[in-house]
């Protein structure tokens, strides 16, 4: 064998050669003293080069690399002679076409939507409270007992209230007007002495009550949610007098301003949730829409924003494959053809980016063969060629050498299923 | 082909910026062309990406290409006033032995320099070949003879700095 040329020595040092060939030059080696003298001279100047290129790092201290591209020129300044025209249409169309995820663009988003909730949230108070408001602003003064102080209301005082069950017989108004005289709420008479306290002493449990219907509002029931504002009003105009009429003393005085209280609090209550129920979806609707172009991941999972659910992921997502590549590419990333799964059909071969796969060179990508199980898991054979120098990983687990080539097994099923398909990559 | 490009963008802006830089000696200039070069490829999505946008790199750095990307630059300067005085000299001042490296590589012969650059990418031969239109037989020889001139070149330099101080 002729002496090796110095191109030879740095195709061998840089791992470029074929195993036939590596060993035809090893032998010429072992022989021949010039040649293994001018190894180690390219070995100095590959290691010298290497080193004094790899120290031209970008300047430190700099301006960070821009993740965008440059705005094209516009329009009125006409390209320069001898260069491509721009093409208005591809800038203007797609300018975010080479965006990676813009982490300033994401964080304007996110505080745009912080901003539409707030304001979504401070219109929805003030919508619902302006809305009880007109609902039950009194038209009449009978129906000013929106916070009756029942401590000191007193039979005589106390205006006309309604029950559930008066509330359906409206008809019955009609004895207030034929009865004047017998109507109590009118009448100064001095209140029986007995019911006086029991209102006192009862009223922590119309508390109790209330305070039972304020933490469920929404799930009143359906006759209290059915009643609309108007069907109160008048039922409450027309049936009290009535129900004051035809009910003995000591029930009106005890029993009628609480139940009436807490019938009054509940269909309040419960129009108000309803109403608020309403804006809820308003708002829902309205986050989705807003939200509807954000990438998935991307998306706040606020409690108005949870709606849509994520779009279902390819293979190549669940693979992490950002490029699908054929198997001449494959070659040329490997410097051989890609090592498959013996009896197993790959679904395709792509490229992964090397900082994903432990063991990997982080810098370069890494040829992955995607494979699907007869259950639907992935399985994934990663291969990276190796640099010269790099270690390769101990052997016995799922990432081995062969040859030049880095090599890992994994993906969703155990490893004592991948480790019985280790065995048959070839 | 969005998120193709996308992806290309991530993982390959930093490399062409590098090669760029250590090419150009110029920090601005290799990103300028390196977000041309990803402009092109907008244009033209590529099916080998990386030697494409390599050599797509390199011919712009050759090129009246340089031009358009000035224009460019002008632009941005006058969009946004906080754009560092401080250029490439101030760097290669600030660093000696880039200084003395880029003078060395300046002294390379094309094609040698553009090889060595692209091996520091971790360009295999294949796509070195490929990038700069060699036979892969020749990448060898190029990159045999650009790392020894390269370490001439520097130690030449380095000595002829020593004596002048």
Redesign the interface.
């Given at each position: 064998m002729p002496h090796l040329d110095e191109g030879t020595l740095h195709a061998l040092l840089d791992g470029e050669l074929e195993l036939d060939e590596v060993k035809e030059i090893q032998t010429h080696l072992g022989t021949c003293a010039a040649c293994g003298s001018r190894l180690q001279d390219v070995k100095q100047f590959l290691a010298e080069a290497d080193s004094l290129v790899g120290a031209l790092e970008t300047p430190a201290g700099a301006p960070k690399v821009r993740r965008e591209p440059a705005p094209p020129p516009r329009s009125p300044l006409a390209p320069p002679a001898g260069t491509e025209p721009w093409r208005e249409p591809i800038w203007d169309s797609s300018p975010k076409i080479l965006l990676p995820e813009d982490m300033e663009e994401n964080t304007r988003r996110r505080r745009w939507m912080t901003v539409m909730r707030w304001a979504a949230m401070i219109v929805l108070v003030l919508g619902v409270g302006q809305l009880a408001r007109s609902m039950f602003t009194p038209k009449h003064p009978e129906l000013q007992l929106y916070e009756p102080d029942v401590s000191s209301s007193t039979p005589t005082t106390s205006p006309p209230v309604v029950s559930p069950q008066e509330r359906s017989t409206p008809a019955s108004a009609a004895a207030k007007v034929a009865r004047p005289t017998q109507a109590p709420p009118s009448s100064p008479a001095p209140a029986p002495a007995a019911p006086e306290p029991k209102v006192v002493a009862e009223q922590p449990a119309a508390d109790t009550a209330a305070d039972e219907l304020d933490s469920t509002t929404v799930a009143s029931s359906p006759e209290d949610t059915a009643s609309s504002p108007t069907q109160v009003a008048a039922g409450a105009a027309a049936g009290a007098a009535a129900a004051e009429a035809d009910r003995p003393d000591s029930e009106r005085s005890s029993d009628t301003p609480r139940a009436s209280q807490s019938a009054d609090a509940a269909t309040r209550r419960a129009a108000a949730a309803a109403l608020e129920e309403l804006d809820r979806e308003r708002i829902r609707a309205r986050a989705n829409a807003a939200t509807a172009s954000l990438p998935p991941a991307r998306t706040d999972p606020g409690p108005a924003v949870q709606a849509a659910p994520p779009p279902p992921r390819t293979l190549e997502q669940r693979a992490q494959v950002y490029l699908r590549i054929g198997l001449d590419e494959a070659v040329k990333q490997l410097g051989h053809p890609a090592h498959v799964i013996e009896g197993m059909t790959p679904q395709f071969i792509g490229l992964t980016q090397g900082r994903g796969v432990p063991g990997a060179d982080p810098a370069r990508p890494v040829v992955r063969v995607v494979y699907l199980d007869t259950r639907g898991r992935l399985i994934l054979l990663d291969q990276q060629r190796m640099q010269p120098g790099q270690a390769a990983p101990a052997s016995g687990s799922l990432r081995w050498a062969v040859g030049d080539i880095l090599l890992y097994l994994h993906g969703e099923p155990g490893a004592d299923v991948l480790r019985n398909l280790q065995p048959r990559v070839r | 082909m969005?998120?193709?490009?996308?992806?290309?963008?991530?993982?390959y802006?930093?490399?062409l910026?590098?090669m760029l830089?250590?090419r150009t000696g110029d920090?601005d200039r290799?990103?300028?062309l390196a977000?041309?070069t990803?402009?092109r490829a907008?244009?033209a999505p590529p099916n080998?990406?990386r030697p494409w946008l390599f050599a797509v790199a390199l011919n712009l750095v050759r090129e009246?290409?340089r031009?358009?990307v000035r224009?460019?630059?002008r632009?941005?300067l006058l969009?946004t006033d906080d754009v560092?005085a401080t250029g490439?000299d101030v760097?290669l001042e600030?660093?000696e032995?880039?200084a003395l490296?880029?003078a060395?590589?300046a002294t390379l012969g094309e094609r040698d320099r553009e090889a060595?650059?692209l091996?520091?990418e971790?360009f295999?031969?294949?796509?070195i070949a490929s990038t700069l239109g060699l036979s892969k037989?020749?990448?060898?020889?190029?990159?045999?003879?650009?790392?020894?001139r390269?370490?001439e070149a520097?130690r030449s330099e380095t000595r002829g700095k020593n004596a002048a101080s």
């Amino acid at each position: 064998m002729p002496h090796l040329d110095e191109g030879t020595l740095h195709a061998l040092l840089d791992g470029e050669l074929e195993l036939d060939e590596v060993k035809e030059i090893q032998t010429h080696l072992g022989t021949c003293a010039a040649c293994g003298s001018r190894l180690q001279d390219v070995k100095q100047f590959l290691a010298e080069a290497d080193s004094l290129v790899g120290a031209l790092e970008t300047p430190a201290g700099a301006p960070k690399v821009r993740r965008e591209p440059a705005p094209p020129p516009r329009s009125p300044l006409a390209p320069p002679a001898g260069t491509e025209p721009w093409r208005e249409p591809i800038w203007d169309s797609s300018p975010k076409i080479l965006l990676p995820e813009d982490m300033e663009e994401n964080t304007r988003r996110r505080r745009w939507m912080t901003v539409m909730r707030w304001a979504a949230m401070i219109v929805l108070v003030l919508g619902v409270g302006q809305l009880a408001r007109s609902m039950f602003t009194p038209k009449h003064p009978e129906l000013q007992l929106y916070e009756p102080d029942v401590s000191s209301s007193t039979p005589t005082t106390s205006p006309p209230v309604v029950s559930p069950q008066e509330r359906s017989t409206p008809a019955s108004a009609a004895a207030k007007v034929a009865r004047p005289t017998q109507a109590p709420p009118s009448s100064p008479a001095p209140a029986p002495a007995a019911p006086e306290p029991k209102v006192v002493a009862e009223q922590p449990a119309a508390d109790t009550a209330a305070d039972e219907l304020d933490s469920t509002t929404v799930a009143s029931s359906p006759e209290d949610t059915a009643s609309s504002p108007t069907q109160v009003a008048a039922g409450a105009a027309a049936g009290a007098a009535a129900a004051e009429a035809d009910r003995p003393d000591s029930e009106r005085s005890s029993d009628t301003p609480r139940a009436s209280q807490s019938a009054d609090a509940a269909t309040r209550r419960a129009a108000a949730a309803a109403l608020e129920e309403l804006d809820r979806e308003r708002i829902r609707a309205r986050a989705n829409a807003a939200t509807a172009s954000l990438p998935p991941a991307r998306t706040d999972p606020g409690p108005a924003v949870q709606a849509a659910p994520p779009p279902p992921r390819t293979l190549e997502q669940r693979a992490q494959v950002y490029l699908r590549i054929g198997l001449d590419e494959a070659v040329k990333q490997l410097g051989h053809p890609a090592h498959v799964i013996e009896g197993m059909t790959p679904q395709f071969i792509g490229l992964t980016q090397g900082r994903g796969v432990p063991g990997a060179d982080p810098a370069r990508p890494v040829v992955r063969v995607v494979y699907l199980d007869t259950r639907g898991r992935l399985i994934l054979l990663d291969q990276q060629r190796m640099q010269p120098g790099q270690a390769a990983p101990a052997s016995g687990s799922l990432r081995w050498a062969v040859g030049d080539i880095l090599l890992y097994l994994h993906g969703e099923p155990g490893a004592d299923v991948l480790r019985n398909l280790q065995p048959r990559v070839r | 082909m969005t998120a193709d490009l996308t992806q290309l963008f991530e993982l390959y802006y930093e490399s062409l910026v590098r090669m760029l830089y250590r090419r150009t000696g110029d920090r601005d200039r290799a990103e300028d062309l390196a977000q041309e070069t990803f402009a092109r490829a907008v244009a033209a999505p590529p099916n080998n990406p990386r030697p494409w946008l390599f050599a797509v790199a390199l011919n712009l750095v050759r090129e009246d290409g340089r031009r358009t990307v000035r224009q460019g630059r002008r632009l941005e300067l006058l969009r946004t006033d906080d754009v560092p005085a401080t250029g490439p000299d101030v760097d290669l001042e600030r660093n000696e032995r880039s200084a003395l490296v880029h003078a060395a590589l300046a002294t390379l012969g094309e094609r040698d320099r553009e090889a060595l650059l692209l091996k520091a990418e971790g360009f295999n031969y294949d796509e070195i070949a490929s990038t700069l239109g060699l036979s892969k037989g020749a990448v060898g020889t190029t990159l045999a003879r650009a790392r020894r001139r390269l370490v001439e070149a520097y130690r030449s330099e380095t000595r002829g700095k020593n004596a002048a101080s």
